[in-house]
């Protein structure tokens, strides 16, 4: 049996960079963008001609917005976010920067409504497990329009900004989720030189380095430009003492025929991690903790130390991640402009995570044990390997028509995706000992993992068409409606262990193959029409669609009754309609955004009351709600983001013990905010609060008093605060307070409610930044 052997984490390995493959192309590709720049007259230059959807960085010398975005990075959104009729969160970096904020998770808590999970069997406790506005997201990230790889955690050094947009979206992205996605635009070269770097010390032992490099250089090419991204990290977890998150990243691309009608880009992204998973904190002594021994007793243990770690310093999460982009664009015309891109990425990850499970120790119903000392918890060790591979080619074409009081913004485009993931199955060699609930100790014995000779594989692949159109009629007037076609084709490939009551007639572990597969057609839409009382506003309403078939959010099928994955079910099926105003004040530089909105999933799996081995596709959830926000510059020196969301999150058709019942994870009432002011003399003060309300762990509403575990997620306020000095144009320096008032809460809990991640307590970081 191969073993995952637990470890002393060692010194990240470098291997090499860049694919050869992918160097080829783009030398291969030199000759042709001389050649396109030689042959294609200047095409002048039209307030409506599009040339480049990713967000160009302004050089250090300009004013810039640091807070607002006025268009999406996509090219299927053609409408300022002003006149686009659907809720969207910009996260610029530069706000990000001021922060702190290094991965996707800490950027998410500046729009309200993200809550994340904590997954269960240490599957997805590291990775960017979202959930939306009543629905899991965790497969609907998306990296320049296209979908990311594995559930991992995203650093976010080489982005330049994450883009949350809200209500199905399948027109947009095919497949996903019905609260919406997220898509992160990665950073690529421009046609100024720009230097910056940062190095940041904190507290836990935190270190972390970034630089971001951007030249255009002459070699013979017109607007050529090289731009390189680096980012080494050494972190501990505040209040987490055994958990490590040490990683590095690298990604260099470059830039042809910038400021011309042909431009092409090629960029690479190599990063690694190498870290010290959390197994999480046992919920035990929490708020509404139920347990059937001790509760009916009226025994309330006392709840465990946040910093306690039930895991083995061996434990160790590997993840490397290597993906490759090459996106070329050419202007037709003035106002038509057609691009292609294609990808191909592969991520890996590698772990030995020690998860904290049910308690022990504690007596009989008939006889209850008050001695806490002697409480034990189960401890599993969990080992998981998973390679995640995709390659992608899309065309769009965006276009500009029209004249007077009929115009049409036009977009759409052709995508080919091939995504494959394979899994396979460790097990536990030997049995794993218990820990002392309230003093674990790291030298216990832990027994290491295998393969079992157990794996699965699946892979998608689909092909798509799409149209969109902005009728614009008059100054006042817009009509947006699109669609999307997508045929998909989801194979599945797997090996299980028989079991005695499973296979009785076959020897315990003998290998039995499952091949499945599913196939079939999704389209998807959007509409909306946008009325404009003044230039700098809008008021709108929208409806769309999105879909998710079997498979499609994890590659994997199944026969069982009660799966979501079983082939030959309708895909679920999200719809969304939406009323907002957008508005833009300041001269541009403010905008205030509302929203009312009701989303509704359906075809979800409901038991048959009478004969409980049937399952139909009757279920139903829906989320009403009001979303507001402000951001971008108040004065010259002040600037804020702030959103709050009021949710009404309910299961409208289920079985009985569900029936009404609030959905997981989604808190009623969430805000988020942040605000600074620049003195004259150099001094930055700023700072922000995020509140969110209480959240159920589970939608049991038969027997919610009796439910194993905690029940809710308190509600708890968070304080940040930043205080920054420019020594000069070109050196600055900058506190982060975490948590001033050093509250404690939970910031995930798993799906079984025996464990949870402690939020983070007070701490702080310095940071040097360096920009010319």
């Given at each position: 049996m191969a073993h995952i052997k637990?470890?002393?984490?060692?010194?990240?390995?470098?291997?090499?960079?860049?694919?050869?493959?992918?160097?080829?192309?783009?030398?291969?590709?030199?000759?042709?963008?001389?050649?396109?720049?030689?042959?294609?007259?200047?095409?002048?230059?039209?307030?409506?001609?599009?040339?480049?959807?990713?967000?160009?960085?302004?050089?250090?010398?300009?004013?810039?917005?640091?807070?607002?975005?006025?268009?999406?990075?996509?090219?299927?959104?053609?409408?300022?976010?002003?006149?686009?009729?659907?809720?969207?969160?910009?996260?610029?970096?530069?706000?990000?920067?001021?922060?702190?904020?290094?991965?996707?998770?800490?950027?998410?808590?500046?729009?309200?409504?993200?809550?994340?999970?904590?997954?269960?069997?240490?599957?997805?406790?590291?990775?960017?497990?979202?959930?939306?506005?009543?629905?899991?997201?965790?497969?609907?990230?998306?990296?320049?329009?296209?979908?990311?790889?594995?559930?991992?955690?995203?650093?976010?050094?080489?982005?330049?900004?994450?883009?949350?947009?809200?209500?199905?979206?399948?027109?947009?992205?095919?497949?996903?989720?019905?609260?919406?996605?997220?898509?992160?635009?990665?950073?690529?070269?421009?046609?100024?030189?720009?230097?910056?770097?940062?190095?940041s010390f904190g507290t836990s032992d935190r270190k972390r380095a970034t630089v971001d490099l951007n030249r255009p250089l002459d070699i013979g090419i017109p607007g050529t430009a090289v731009r390189l991204n680096l980012m080494a990290q050494d972190y501990g977890v505040p209040g987490r003492d055994d958990v490590k998150k040490k990683s590095y990243g690298f990604a260099p691309s470059l830039a042809l025929g910038l400021n011309t009608p042909t431009r092409a880009y090629f960029y690479a992204l190599h990063s690694k991690q190498d870290n010290r998973p959390d197994g999480g904190v046992s919920t035990i002594g929490l708020g509404k903790f139920y347990n059937a021994i001790l509760t009916p007793a009226g025994i309330t243990p006392p709840k465990v130390d946040s910093k306690n770690f039930y895991g083995s310093l061996g434990d160790h999460e590997d993840i490397e991640i290597n993906m490759f982009t090459a996106r070329i664009e050419h202007d037709l015309a003035p106002g038509i402009t057609v691009r292609n891109s294609s990808r191909y990425?592969?991520?890996?990850?590698?772990?030995?995570?020690?998860?904290?499970?049910a308690l022990g120790n504690v007596g009989t119903a008939a006889a209850p044990s008050s001695n806490f000392d002697s409480y034990t918890v189960a401890r599993s060790r969990q080992g998981k390997y998973q390679e995640n591979e995709i390659l992608t080619n899309q065309t769009n074409i965006t276009a500009e028509l029209g004249s007077g009081n009929i115009k049409h913004s036009v977009t759409g485009g052709v995508e080919f995706i091939y995504e494959k993931q394979y899994t396979p199955t460790y097990a536990v060699v030997g049995t794993q000992g218990v820990a002392n609930l309230y003093n674990p100790s790291v030298n216990d014995v832990f027994q290491p993992v295998a393969r079992t000779g157990a794996f699965s594989k699946g892979n998608t692949l689909s092909a798509a068409v799409y149209a969109f159109d902005t009728l614009k009629v008059g100054e006042q007037w817009q009509f947006t409606g699109g669609a999307r076609i997508e045929r998909y084709k989801t194979e599945y490939n797997a090996v299980a262990l028989s079991t005695a009551a499973a296979n009785p007639t076959l020897p315990v572990g003998t290998l039995l193959p499952t091949s499945l597969d599913t196939t079939g057609n999704l389209v998807s839409w959007k509409v909306g029409a946008l009325y404009?009382?003044?230039?700098?506003?809008?008021?709108?309403?929208?409806?769309?669609?999105?879909?998710?078939?079997?498979?499609?959010?994890?590659?994997?099928?199944?026969?069982?009754?009660?799966?979501?994955?079983?082939?030959?079910?309708?895909?679920?099926?999200?719809?969304?309609?939406?009323?907002?105003?957008?508005?833009?004040?300041?001269?541009?530089?403010?905008?205030?955004?509302?929203?009312?909105?009701?989303?509704?999933?359906?075809?979800?799996?409901?038991?048959?009351?009478?004969?409980?081995?049937?399952?139909?596709?009757?279920?139903?959830?829906?989320?009403?709600?009001?979303?507001?926000?402000?951001?971008?510059?108040?004065?010259?020196?002040?600037?804020?983001?702030?959103?709050?969301?009021?949710?009404?999150?309910?299961?409208?058709?289920?079985?009985?013990?569900?029936?009404?019942?609030?959905?997981?994870?989604?808190?009623?009432?969430?805000?988020?905010?942040?605000?600074?002011?620049?003195?004259?003399?150099?001094?930055?003060?700023?700072?922000?609060?995020?509140?969110?309300?209480?959240?159920?762990?589970?939608?049991?509403?038969?027997?919610?008093?009796?439910?194993?575990?905690?029940?809710?997620?308190?509600?708890?306020?968070?304080?940040?605060?930043?205080?920054?000095?420019?020594?000069?144009?070109n050196v600055s320096l900058q506190l982060n307070l975490y948590n001033l008032f050093d509250k404690e809460y939970l910031a995930s809990v798993n799906n079984g409610r025996s464990r949870y991640y402690p939020g983070v307590p007070r701490s702080a970081l310095v940071t040097a930044n360096v920009q010319f």
């Open positions: 637990s470890r002393k984490h060692a010194a990240a390995r470098h291997t090499s960079i860049t694919h050869p493959a992918a160097l080829g192309l783009m030398l291969a590709a030199l000759p042709g963008i001389a050649a396109a720049q030689a042959a294609a007259p200047a095409a002048p230059k039209t307030d409506a001609q599009t040339t480049l959807p990713a967000v160009r960085v302004k050089a250090a010398t300009e004013a810039e917005n640091e807070y607002k975005a006025d268009k999406s990075a996509s090219p299927k959104l053609t409408q300022p976010l002003v006149n686009t009729p659907q809720t969207i969160t910009v996260i610029k970096k530069e706000l990000l920067r001021e922060q702190g904020a290094t991965t996707l998770s800490e950027a998410l808590r500046n729009t309200p409504g993200v809550t994340m999970l904590m997954g269960e069997n240490g599957n997805t406790a590291s990775g960017d497990s979202i959930f939306m506005r009543g629905f899991d997201t965790s497969g609907s990230i998306f990296v320049d329009g296209i979908r990311d790889l594995g559930s991992i955690s995203r650093d976010i050094f080489n982005i330049e900004q994450v883009e949350v947009v809200k209500g199905p979206s399948g027109a947009d992205i095919g497949r996903a989720a019905s609260s919406g996605y997220v898509n992160l635009s990665s950073k690529v070269p421009f046609g100024d030189s720009y230097s910056t770097g940062s190095i990425g592969r991520s890996t990850q590698t772990s030995v995570l020690t998860g904290v499970n404009k009382p003044l230039p700098n506003g809008s008021v709108y309403v929208s409806f769309a669609n999105s879909k998710q078939p079997p498979g499609g959010a994890g590659f994997a099928l199944s026969t069982a009754a009660n799966s979501a994955n079983r082939p030959g079910l309708d895909p679920q099926e999200g719809t969304n309609i939406e009323l907002g105003t957008k508005w833009d004040f300041m001269g541009g530089k403010l905008a205030v955004t509302g929203a009312v909105f009701r989303s509704e999933n359906k075809n979800e799996l409901v038991v048959d009351p009478i004969d409980t081995t049937v399952y139909t596709q009757i279920g139903k959830r829906r989320v009403e709600g009001v979303e507001l926000s402000v951001v971008g510059q108040v004065t010259n020196e002040l600037n804020i983001s702030a959103g709050l969301a009021f949710m009404d999150p309910k299961i409208t058709n289920a079985a009985a013990a569900t029936q009404g019942g609030t959905i997981q994870w989604s808190p009623k009432v969430a805000f988020t905010s942040w605000a600074t002011y620049k003195f004259p003399f150099g001094l930055t003060l700023g700072g922000g609060v995020r509140y969110v309300d209480t959240a159920t762990t589970t939608s049991n509403v038969a027997n919610l008093a009796t439910v194993t575990g905690i029940t809710e997620m308190p509600s708890y306020w968070v304080a940040d605060a930043v205080v920054g000095y420019e020594i000069n144009k």
